[in-house]
């Protein structure tokens, strides 16, 4: 099944809004990705949360890693039609066979202009 | 630095057919993945290598074969190419496993 699920699956967002997109995992994660993929193009490494807790942000992007090690959000601000694409995280586990990166499904994001 | 880069782009084989992918790095990483990307299932890994001479089998491995004759180079073939398989393939290399996974631009591949 699913190690690491990814919610909203799809988003729809006003340029000039604010969204957030969702990663949860039914384990403890030792550390989870981000990555970007834009529209025909492939997958592109963002960031990466070890810590409990963990806040980092980049520019208008801000990722949370849960006091857990369970869940992580990346909240966008001001979107803009460059945010376009689909969003992956990606998180590690010992209990994911051999201690493999699983990913999400992805949050594909759409910009409304 | 090319990064990864992946041969050919873009291939259309009829069922029963035979094919290799390529896939190259320069960046002298250790690791090497190969993933398949369906329309809502996100990526799944096929196959992987920790190092030259070496690989092990994901999370869908049935119906691949991979070899990593150099460390450069990680291939995957499909011996008897199936509809199922119609999918992109990407793979990607790290430095270390914990590390960041570097992606190549990606085959599309459609089985008839």
């Known amino acids: 099944g699913q190690q690491v699920m990814q919610i909203p699956q799809y988003q729809h967002v006003q340029e000039g809004e604010d969204f957030t997109t969702y990663c949860n995992s039914s384990t403890t994660l030792s550390n989870i990705q981000w990555y970007k993929q834009r529209p025909g193009g492939h997958p592109v490494f963002l960031i990466q949360l070890v810590k409990s807790g963990e806040v980092k942000k980049q520019k208008r992007l801000t990722f949370q890693f849960g006091e857990a090690k369970k869940n992580s959000s990346l909240h966008i601000t001001a979107t803009q039609t460059t945010d376009v694409g689909t969003y992956f995280c990606?998180?590690?586990?010992?209990?994911?066979?051999?201690?493999?990166?699983?990913f999400g499904k992805g949050n594909q994001v759409v910009v409304i202009p | 630095n090319a990064g990864v880069t992946q041969t050919p782009k873009f291939r259309v084989l009829k069922t029963g057919q035979s094919m290799t992918l390529l896939c190259a790095q320069d960046m002298n990483h250790e690791y090497m993945y190969w993933y398949r990307q369906d329309p809502g299932m996100g990526l799944r890994l096929i196959h992987y290598?920790?190092?030259?001479?070496?690989?092990a089998k994901g999370e869908v491995p049935d119906g691949y074969n991979v070899s990593r004759l150099k460390k450069q180079n990680f291939l995957l073939g499909l011996e008897s190419a199936a509809p199922s398989q119609t999918s992109v393939y990407f793979c990607?290399?790290?430095?270390?496993?914990?590390?960041?996974?570097?992606f190549g631009p990606g085959t599309r591949l459609l089985v008839l």
């Open positions: 990606a998180g590690r586990s010992p209990l994911y066979g051999n201690n493999r990166l699983a």
């Open positions: 290598s920790v190092g030259e001479g070496t690989t």
């Open positions: 990607a290399s790290s430095y270390e496993d914990s590390e960041t996974q570097y």
